[in-house]
């Protein structure tokens, strides 16, 4: 038996192969703590904002136009910071962004970074909230956050390795706080969460309370949700009086001549600050918007600090970290039986003072919110179709890599919140649309891969994305006289989808999959796009349904342009006397002045009407609160909103066999088509808007969608948060504190709509809810109403930093922004419920729809159908209604699966029950043949009590058909890593880090892994 142990140990060494110096010993940062003393928690940290006043690039180079006011040079703080902490073992420091960090390792030598892997394992520097930004709480959506959470730990694990696992939320700049995204923490498996703006009344009543230390309750849906949260007493940045960084002009640096007096200074603040907390401790920042640029100097002062409070008689100041601080302030708690106020809801709106709701944000830069949208619509698609690519033989998944990194970068808290610079705002666009562009080269032949009946075929599909749809430009769809159409569904579960395309001819043919002929409608444009930017436009849209996707599936459709004019075309005509649209299961009707009165929704009658209306922003001073300005943080209203026009400039409808369409033109700057689809499960009306070229006079303009109904909700409605839980809103009250809503009577009711909001009639048992394609602001601010913001442009910078007026301006003209809402009607027992998140799913993750140019011979109909199969099925079957595959791509030499339960508790009697799904068998391609649970950033394994069985008899294939049944409770994500029973697995994305260590950490992952696997053999042979 000694023998065989030998053997193994030998085997590993050859397996594992020569890796860099590394050390994977994690040592405790924490100081020890004087319990007869106040601890003062000093956490160096330098808060580096993915772009903002100049670009992400801008910001890590240090250069750009501002850099006379924004002198930041990320790679200085990283370089400085480094050699101040090699210098004394005493010293800590936090990095956060991971984006500036992996700039920053790709360029450094072996040597360095070897130094700071071991930085990271002594715990000097310890990776902080770890996700490729800090990002927003309010607009971002949680299957982009999740993904930006998971890319920035799965860079870490490459870097630094194990020592570096994020254990601690880092969120002390987005401008508000969300419970679902502390939720996202908690599963995360952080122990907890330090936050950095909420309400100033709110704060002040903590302060009062001693309740800056809490737990927050994160989800009602689980057994434990509960997730200790912090604050600092006062803001992120250092003290007054004590920033010793080279951009603190008021700083004091701290000599033998003065430390008296400084160390009093800071004792009579600390005198304050103490009263704030439960126990005896006190969070502190040393830091702040990129400092640490000469991170010596900064260091220097503050072990100079520390050491005059060396003897101190009441309090102890420590260098320290917020895991420190946190478990010390546990360590208290559990000792002394203190216990910690509890909160459920959120800390949304946020206002820095009197008249400065941080509401405008929610809506600010439009078309940037929907871009990103769309970035990640396509993301998921391209993950799947690259994940069926890997297990097919083609190794190469690098064309999402960089979709993945501009997604991160839009999460940020001034990217998808538009509180940055145009200019940055432009680079954000560029970084995105590059990337999608990089992430869709590969799709066109995947596609054809998995479609082709012999492996032989090598025909090019030309497959390509048409993102300019929107403004009616597709070249291939436009002037080619045959095409492809392929409409690949993301869900897991068979949908229906209507794809609508630019075209320029009058009559077409369309073969779908089963070589029947689909019927269509030919309808025209909303708009005459040619004004906004004088491209080439399509005058017409073709309208075809894409029947029963399947999961995870690929359709393919023939287009061809025929002779003769099309039955199925018709014109938009000026309403007379017939104004109802739809029929009696779902429709809508309109009055003599083309606006809404009624909708109809699964036969159910209300009335309803839906107006454009517009706020005058103000365009007061940014010098202080009482003359605040809107801008692009702030909402500030002069006065009531102000219908846009009593009666449309143009009101015209068009009824074919697939959809009617109203169409309304208020005046230059808002045109609208109202319609309704005409399937079985089409129970919604669509409003899709085009909103820009804003007039202002001294006032800046703030556009709204209002919907006015009978609806009795007194007061209370519900908005998303991040897409998942349901909020419970009640108009001019706060949870925690109190307000004067006459203050702000409007932006005060503002709160963040990333996906949809409600209210519900408990009389009529009726909920109305009004479904977004993007982050919007909104509210319920009178009975019945239902109102979002779709646009701004304001005259006025609000004075909180981006020094610049939220003045969006294209081609010469205000920016025109194009979106859509879905309004439907349902019954308050759970029915309005289940279809709301059933069409939240497929707005969210609309089928990608690709085009390809078939004029050639050799894509012919006739020809095509000999190499091609026209429909490909992703999985065999659909998953249950209640439960979504919410990831599906690969992960180095493995792959990533996310199931997620999309209802909450008692939302549906049905949908909300626990759920067992079997992923036995489940693919079309492949057979999972070891699945290991993971946390929700896949970066740390889930240990249970069978796992140490499962994976050795895996390992040893001593059990080919595991139980692969997973169960799933109400709003419970499970991650997995995953292999298959393909033999190319091992087609990791090397890349990632440029190549000056070979992925050495991953090679020790697969080197440990392998010694698990022979540990195992010889325990059993034992």
Known sequence: ?????????????????????????????????????????????????????????????????????????????????????????????????????????????????NKVRKLVNNGQLEMINGAWSMNDEAAAHYQSIIDQFTWGFRILDDTVGECGKPKIGWQIDPFGHSREHASIMKQLGFEGLVIGRLDYRDKGKRIAEKN??????????????????????????????????????????????????????????????????????????????????????????????????????????????????????????????????????????????????????????????????????????????TTFSRINGNDDDKNILKLRMAMGVMQHHDAITGTEKQAVTDDYSLQLDGAIKEAQKPLSNIIRDLLKKKEDVSVDLKLTTCLLSNISICDTTQNKDRFLVAVQNPLAKTVSHYVRLPVNGDNYKIT?????????????????????????????????????????????????????????????????????????????????????????????????????????????????????????????????????????????????GLVDEVRQVYNDEITQIIRVYKGKDDSYIEFDWLVGNLQRDDKGKEVITKFTSTVKNNGIFYTDANGRQQIQRQRNKRSDYDYDPSEEPVSSNYYPITSKIVIKDETQKLQVAVLNDRAQGGGSLEDGEIELMVHRRDRSDDGFGVNEVLDEVQFGKGLYVRGQHYLTLGKTDGSGAVFERDLAHKKLLSPLILVGDATTDELALDKLKEQFNFKFEGLKTSLPGNVQLLTL????????MRLEHIFEKNEDTEMSKEVTVDLNDLFTLFKITELTPVTLGANKKIETKSNFITRLTRALRLSDNADLKMTLKPMEIKTFIFTTDKNNDGGEDNGIIDGKDDNNNSQALRATSVLVILMSALYMLL
């Open 1 to 113: 038996m000694l023998a065989i142990f030998f053997l193994v140990l030998n085997l590993y060494f050859v397996v594992s192969g020569p890796v860099l110096e590394t050390d994977s010993t994690c040592t405790s940062p924490c100081k020890a703590i004087d319990n007869e003393k106040i601890n003062v928690h000093l956490v160096p940290h330098s808060h580096d904002d993915v772009g903002w006043l100049k670009t992400y690039e801008e910001y890590y180079q240090g250069t750009g136009q501002f850099n006379s006011y924004e002198n930041a040079g990320v790679q200085y703080i990283l370089d400085s910071t480094i050699e101040a902490l090699d210098l004394n073992s005493e010293r800590r420091f936090i990095q956060v962004e991971t984006a500036f960090f992996w700039r920053w390792w790709n360029d450094q030598t072996n040597q360095t970074r």
């Open 212 to 385: 800056l230390d809490f737990m927050w309750n994160t989800n009602d849906n689980f057994d434990d949700a509960k997730l200790f949260t912090t604050m600092f007493p006062d803001f992120y940045v250092s003290e007054s009086g004590f920033c010793f960084d080279v951009t603190c002009y008021r700083g004091t640096n701290i000599t033998d001549d003065n430390i008296d007096e400084k160390v009093k200074e800071f004792a009579e603040r600390m005198d304050t600050y103490k009263e704030y907390y439960q126990t005896k401790n006190i969070l502190l920042p040393m830091g702040g918007d990129f400092t640490f640029q000469k991170a010596e100097i900064n260091f220097a002062n503050i072990d100079k600090l520390i050491e005059g409070f060396k003897n101190h008689e009441k309090y102890n100041v420590l260098y320290s970290t917020p895991s420190c601080y946190i478990q010390a302030v546990k360590a208290e708690v559990d000792k002394n039986k203190i216990t910690l106020k509890e909160k459920s809801d959120d800390f949304f709106p946020y206002a820095s003072d009197s008249h400065s709701f941080w509401t405008g944000y929610f809506t600010s830069r439009p078309a940037s919110k929907r871009f990103e949208r769309i970035g990640n619509n396509l993301l998921q698609s391209a993950k799947q179709l």
């Open 512 to 656: 779908g999959p089963d070589d029947e002929e689909i019927k269509y409608d030919l309808l025209d444009t909303m708009y005459d796009f040619s004004l906004i930017n004088g491209g080439d436009h399509a005058t017409k849209e073709l309208v075809f349904q894409a029947v029963d996707l399947p999961p995870l599936g690929v359709k393919l459709f023939y287009v061809e342009k025929i002779d003769g004019t099309s039955k199925s075309y018709h014109k938009f005509e000026e309403i007379t006397t017939d104004r109802s649209f739809g029929d009696k299961s779902n429709g809508f009707t309109v009055d003599d002045k083309g606006k809404l009165t009624t909708i109809t929704i699964n036969g159910q009658v209300l009335d309803i009407a839906q107006d454009f209306y517009f706020y005058h922003g103000s365009a007061g001073s940014s010098a202080s609160a009482s003359t605040r300005a809107s801008g692009a943080y702030i909402f500030r209203p002069d006065g009531d909103a102000v219908q846009v026009t009593p009666k449309l400039k143009v009101q015209e409808f068009a009824k074919g």
């Open 889 to 896: 791509e690969p992960w180095k030499n493995s792959y990533i």
